[in-house]
C-alpha cells in the first residue's frame, strides 16, 4: 500500500545537539512538506518541496534545514539553532497540480529535548 | 489574504446526539476548503473537501460539511456521534495560485464524547 513513513516515531534530543526526521513516500507525489504542531495551535508550515533539488521555507523555517535529492525522500533536520524545538512533527505529500486532492500525512515524530 | 477561524476550542456533546464544529473562512478569491481529523499522537486524515462544486459535502464517517458564501462559513456536522469521533478537527483553507497550494490552518476544535 502506498504511504507515507515517518520515523522515529519518539525523538529525544540533548540541548545542542542537531536532529534529523525521516520523511519517505511512496505515492510518486511531487510535493513534500513539514509542519509542526504544537497545543492549541494549527499546524505551521516549516519547509516545503515541489520539486526534486528544489525546497523553499514555510513561516516558521529558522533553525531548520531540509534537503529533496530524492522524490521519495525529504528529510528534516532539527538544528541547535532552534531554541524550543518540542513539538510534534508532521510529513505530507500531494501530487503537483492536484491540489483540491489535499494532502497525505505521516503519523508524525514527536520530538522532545532533555 | 487567506485565512480560516475555528470558533470553538472544544466541543462536547454526548454520544447519539448531533456534532456541529464550526469553521469561518476569509479569501479573496473563491477557495478550497478541507477539514481534517487527527486522533490522540496520529497524523491527520482528510474527512471532506470543498472545491467549487455542490455546496453540500459528504464525507468520510458520516460526516458532512456546507459551503455557505453569504456568511463565509464551512460547518462540519453530523447527525449522532459516535465514541470514535472523539478527536481533534482542524478547518483548512488552501492558499492561492494553481502550483503553490500550501494550507492555511485553522487552531483546531477538540471533540470530547461523553458516553
Known amino acids: 500500500d502506498g504511504g507515507i513513513t515517518q520515523s522515529p516515531k519518539y525523538l529525544f534530543r540533548k540541548e545542542g545537539q542537531n536532529v534529523t526526521l525521516s520523511c519517505e513516500q511512496n505515492?510518486?507525489?511531487?510535493?513534500m512538506y513539514w509542519y509542526r504542531q504544537d497545543p492549541g495551535q494549527g499546524l505551521r508550515l516549516i519547509y516545503y518541496?515541489?520539486?526534486?533539488?528544489?525546497?523553499q521555507k514555510g513561516d516558521i523555517a529558522e533553525g531548520y534545514s531540509v534537503s529533496r535529492e530524492k522524490k521519495e525522500s525529504f528529510p528534516l533536520t532539527v538544528t541547535s539553532a532552534q531554541k524550543n524545538p518540542t513539538a510534534f512533527y508532521l510529513c505530507a505529500s500531494a501530487k503537483q497540480g492536484h491540489p483540491n486532492y489535499g494532502y497525505t500525512f505521516g503519523s508524525g515524530t514527536r520530538l522532545t529535548v532533555v | 489574504a487567506q485565512s480560516v477561524t475555528q470558533l470553538d476550542s472544544h466541543v462536547s456533546v454526548s454520544e447519539g446526539t448531533p456534532v456541529l464544529l464550526r469553521c469561518n473562512y476569509s479569501s479573496s478569491y473563491s477557495p478550497s476548503l478541507f477539514w481534517y481529523v487527527q486522533h490522540p499522537n496520529k497524523g491527520l486524515q482528510l474527512l471532506l473537501k470543498?472545491?467549487?462544486?455542490a455546496t453540500l459535502v459528504k464525507g468520510i464517517n458520516g460526516f458532512e460539511a456546507e459551503f455557505k458564501k453569504s456568511e463565509t462559513s464551512f460547518h462540519l456536522t453530523k447527525p449522532s456521534a459516535h465514541m470514535s469521533d472523539a478527536a481533534e478537527y482542524f478547518c483548512?483553507?488552501?492558499?492561492?495560485?494553481?502550483?503553490?497550494?500550501?494550507?492555511?490552518w485553522g487552531a483546531g476544535t477538540k471533540l470530547i464524547i461523553k458516553p
Open positions: 518541496s515541489q520539486i526534486v533539488n528544489d525546497f
Open positions: 505515492l510518486n507525489h511531487d510535493a
Open positions: 483548512v483553507v488552501r492558499g492561492p495560485g494553481d502550483s503553490n497550494y500550501q494550507l492555511i
Open positions: 470543498y472545491t467549487s462544486a
